[in-house]
């Protein structure tokens, strides 16, 4: 554990969580890169109250990712976030309740893995890996050698990505424990591939922008709280394929 000054290690050295936990082709002590990280989100910024913990915790497992990415590939590090996807409960609220040992109180780990992904999707939604890198350190700046709460990250992140309306997506994210569903269904017609689809959120105001790729082509749908379609330049359903790989979303066929 990182505790500035009292660190216990138990790894043994070996790969992963004690030989696990991470794709089989990658090869790194798990427990030296998440604690390390913790120097950065966690013992720097730190959270006033057990409520905000996913600052310590979303950030830092968000960062193994990004190491992966830098270390190997950005498709390896979306490989390690799907190795994450099976810890996600959607069980409870990310931010908690202040005042009441919040994060000793609840059973789930979706500070954790569930906040990785809430960060992966926001990239998506930001879709400029140089903003967002940017965003990631100008973050850190701001809050460093700082003991701040989870509005400081959300008024700060609304401020940088001015020309996107974060509310639903914070408050789908990060107070409700529910994740949002796309329902969509693939139809062949004369004129092309018709792709039906529609979000289906807590937060009506939400919106999302999913990637589609339709042959060597990728377009983007925002998908909204209303049946919405597109007709593709796609003879076949088949040659259609949503990139449901950087979203935190569930992917549902419509009946
Ligand atoms: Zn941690």
Not at 1 to 23: F, K, T, V, W
Not at 189 to 213: A, F, H, M, N, W
Request: net charge negative; with cysteine; proline share 4%.
């Amino acid at each position: 554990m990182e505790h500035q000054s009292a660190i216990a290690y138990g790894n043994l050295y070996r790969r992963g969580y004690l030989g696990d936990r991470i794709p089989k082709d990658m090869n790194f002590d798990y427990i030296i890169l998440h604690e390390s990280g913790h120097e950065y989100f966690g013992n720097s910024v730190s959270a006033s109250d057990l409520a905000d913990m996913w600052i310590h915790e979303s950030f830092t497992t968000y960062m193994e990712a990004l190491y992966v990415e830098c270390q190997m590939s950005y498709s390896a590090s979306l490989r390690y976030l799907e190795y994450q996807r099976p810890y996600i409960r959607n069980e409870e609220p990310i931010i908690g309740v202040r005042g009441m040992n919040w994060y000793k109180r609840v059973k789930t780990s979706d500070q954790y893995y569930k906040g990785s992904w809430i960060l992966h999707t926001l990239r998506s939604i930001v879709d400029n890996d140089e903003r967002w890198k940017a965003y990631l350190k100008g973050l850190y700046d701001a809050f460093e050698m700082k003991i701040i709460i989870s509005e400081d990250v959300l008024e700060f992140t609304q401020n940088y990505f001015k020309e996107i309306d974060l509310g639903p997506f914070f408050r789908q994210y990060l107070y409700r424990p529910e994740i949002p569903i796309v329902q969509y269904k693939m139809s062949e017609t004369q004129d092309g591939v018709k792709l039906q689809y529609q979000l289906i959120s807590q937060e009506p105001g939400l919106k999302i922008p999913v990637k589609v790729r339709v042959g060597d082509q990728t377009i983007k749908i925002i998908v909204e709280n209303k049946p919405q379609s597109i007709l593709l330049e796609s003879e076949k359903s088949s040659d259609v394929q949503i990139l449901k790989n950087l979203y935190l979303i569930d992917f549902v066929i419509q009946p």
